[in-house]
């Protein structure tokens, strides 16, 4: 006998529950650490000097003065190309009228999506191995250039002096406490850490590496004991905050070092080591939402943001890759 079932009967309604959710990485820790600042041209750019080596050769008593140094002559510009960033919406004239579960409002949705997509879209150039680009006609805009070109992955900057090209960098693969201790020796070297604090943005990989260090520490008996209170019930092998030799490192986890545009391929052993004083965001136009005149088919409109990332001396960053 013919039945009615859930399968075969009109009418029955869905149950569509008033929840969307949104499982992307969002967070940018790069973009947020850094110093902000405006730009006022298409072409940023920033002044690096350097000290004299020591010289404490002395000089003969009652010799007059006859050779003067320039104290200047050392003295660099490094530039960076603003990009424009955009993402844009339309929301059709019947699909703003009816009755979306989870969305009051579809065009307030699609410009909030578009803000954030913006937002990550700066993130990942700002953590890339982009070179920077002038504007040259259509199809050739400007794109600023990432963290880790200007650190000098996939060969040095030309523009950049030797003087104040990065120096301390590990690529020889999984990381060791040794060999991580070597970056920051490094960095010591060329610097002296004038910032006093730095902050490593680590893939996921990284940042297991790095937690390992506690592990191994751990594991040796007779040697090193890691005694942590029962009350809580948990116990913690992982390293947020490294205090080592030559500095601290605050480590933060990424998502978004070295990935190529329009790709969602984590690098999961990359690494910015990042000192916050030495790296700048200057914004040629601030975050805004446009939207633009509806021709008769709904709302439409985008949300764009121009900036450049001012590296202020690459000798003041390290990276793992």
Not at 171 to 184: K, R
Not at 188 to 212: C, R
Request: proline share 3%.
């Amino acid at each position: 006998m013919a039945q009615s079932t859930s399968y075969n009967t009109a009418g029955n309604r869905e149950d569509l529950t008033d929840a969307i959710s949104i499982l992307e990485p969002e967070s940018t820790p790069f973009i947020s650490m850094m110093k902000k600042a405006k730009a006022t041209g298409t072409f940023v750019e920033v002044q690096a000097d350097k000290l004299s080596s020591p010289d404490f050769s002395g000089v003969s008593e009652g010799e007059d003065v006859s050779s003067f140094t320039n104290q200047v002559a050392d003295r660099a510009r490094l530039g960076n190309y603003v990009q424009k960033f955009r993402d844009t919406w339309k929301v059709s004239d019947i699909q703003q009228l009816v009755d979306t579960a989870g969305v009051a409002s579809e065009k307030a949705n699609c410009e909030s999506k578009s803000v954030r997509n913006v937002k990550r879209s700066i993130e990942a150039a700002f953590c890339s191995s982009q070179d920077r680009q002038a504007e040259a006609g259509s199809g050739t805009p400007y794109k600023t250039r990432g963290m880790f070109k200007w650190l000098g992955v996939g060969g040095q900057p030309s523009d950049v002096p030797t003087d104040y090209q990065s120096v301390a960098a590990d690529t020889t693969g999984t990381q060791t406490e040794a060999t991580f201790n070597t970056v920051l020796q490094e960095l010591y070297e060329a610097n002296g850490m004038p910032g006093g604090q730095l902050t490593l943005l680590a893939g996921p990989s990284l940042k297991q590496e790095i937690s390992n260090f506690s592990r191994a520490v751990a594991s040796v008996q007779n040697t090193y004991n890691v005694t942590q209170s029962a009350d809580s019930k948990k116990i913690t092998l992982t390293v947020n905050f490294y205090e080592g030799d030559f500095g601290n490192v605050a480590i933060i986890p990424t998502l978004w070092n070295l990935r190529t545009s329009g790709s969602d391929t984590v690098d999961g052993d990359a690494g910015l080591l990042i000192d916050p004083e030495y790296v700048a965001m200057h914004t040629l136009k601030a975050e805004s939402s446009t939207t633009l005149e509806d021709q008769g088919g709904g709302s439409r409109g985008y949300v764009d943001v121009i900036a450049a990332l001012s590296c202020l001396s690459p000798k003041a960053h390290g990276y793992f890759n």
